[in-house]
């Protein structure tokens, strides 16, 4: 396993940005819509997705 840690982005508290596991999948779960500063750029659902 591994954990997945954009070298730029603020070390997450509580949660990983995602975790690399056997056979190369990669699960995520609990994203947020916020940038590398933890900064909202859009109040709109897909905007965030994006």
């Known amino acids: 396993m591994k954990i ?3 070298a730029t ?3 997450p ?3 990983s ?4 596991a056997s ?3 990669v699960c995520v779960a609990g994203m ?3 940038d590398a500063q ?3 750029q859009t109040d709109d659902f897909a ?3 994006r």
């Not at 940005?17 to 690399?20: S, Y």
Request: charged share 10%.
């Open 4 to 6: 997945l840690q954009p």
């Open 9 to 11: 982005w603020p070390r």
């Open 38 to 40: 933890c900064q909202f």
């Open 47 to 49: 905007g965030q997705v």
């Open 13 to 15: 508290r509580g949660y």
């Open 17 to 20: 940005n995602g975790v690399m």
């Open 32 to 34: 947020i819509g916020w």
């Open 23 to 25: 056979g190369k999948t």
